[in-house]
């Protein structure tokens, strides 16, 4: 069997096995997919109306503005389960175990990350039935612009994930891994998602405006709603491959790491 097949054969074994924990143990990942779904709830019902004034808009053109962050939110949220996942096997041993095994070394860590995208954007599809549900619409995206976003989506994801397993590949046990992932949650909160940049302090700006989440916010608002993407669109795609490239390293240097 060539390194190929036997990398495929492997990481599809592993990746099988990573789904069926999702589904023997479904509360951690409900827990994570509600937090974004009662955020949207929350912004729409509780803040909307007063936050609404900040955009120039009611509460429809108000949904309209939260649902790309919240998406990114949701995915945020979903990670933090590959990072306990794996955290999970390496204070139990199975990682210690994988690397004496006749499998390929980087299925392993492949399983993680290909399970934990998918369950990111099937997170991301359930979350965007609910803000349809409450009053989402795209009326001038193209099939080209959704599917753009969805293919923004997942980069986005799976970069992502490449952090969240490097988080959980260094931390001492599940509690300390889940932790150490509460920034993928809370840095949406300090963008663009939820209230416009200028209506933020002087000082502040420039910290909502270069992290991660702003400009994929605005890249999904360029696609989804028609307002002006500028230089977001490459600000999204640089920020993703940079996220993936040290996810990736941070992931795979613990991994070969020989265990003490």
Do not use: C
Request: proline share 5%; aromatic share 8%.
């Amino acid at each position: 069997m060539s390194s190929l097949s036997l990398a495929v054969r492997d990481s599809s074994t592993m990746l099988r096995r990573n789904l069926l924990h999702a589904r023997r143990y479904p509360s951690l990942t409900l827990n994570l997919l509600l937090t974004p779904v009662m955020l949207l709830l929350l912004f729409v019902y509780i803040f909307g109306g007063a936050m609404s004034g900040g955009i120039g808009g009611g509460r429809d053109e108000y949904i309209a503005y939260i649902v790309p962050g919240i998406l990114l939110m949701t995915i945020g949220s979903t990670v933090i389960g590959a990072a306990v996942s794996v955290s999970t096997d390496m204070s139990e041993g199975i990682i210690a175990r994988f690397r004496s095994m006749a499998i390929h070394r980087g299925s392993v860590l492949i399983g993680h990350v290909i399970g934990g995208v998918l369950q990111s954007l099937a997170s991301v599809v359930l979350v965007g039935i609910v803000g349809v549900a409450i009053g989402f619409r795209s009326h001038d995206a193209t099939a080209l612009k959704w599917l753009a976003a969805f293919g923004l989506l997942a980069l986005f994801a799976l970069a992502l994930t490449w952090i969240a397993i490097g988080m959980g590949m260094v931390s001492p046990n599940a509690e300390a891994a889940g932790n150490s992932a509460m920034p993928l949650i809370l840095l949406p909160l300090i963008s663009s998602a939820f209230t416009p940049i200028d209506s933020m302090p002087g000082w502040f700006q420039p910290i909502a405006e270069y992290q991660p989440f702003t400009p994929v916010i605005e890249t999904l608002r360029g696609l989804l709603l028609g307002t002006e993407i500028g230089y977001n669109g490459w600000l999204a795609l640089g920020w993703s491959i940079a996220l993936i490239a040290l996810g990736y390293r941070w992931s795979t240097a613990s991994f070969n790491r020989d265990p003490k």
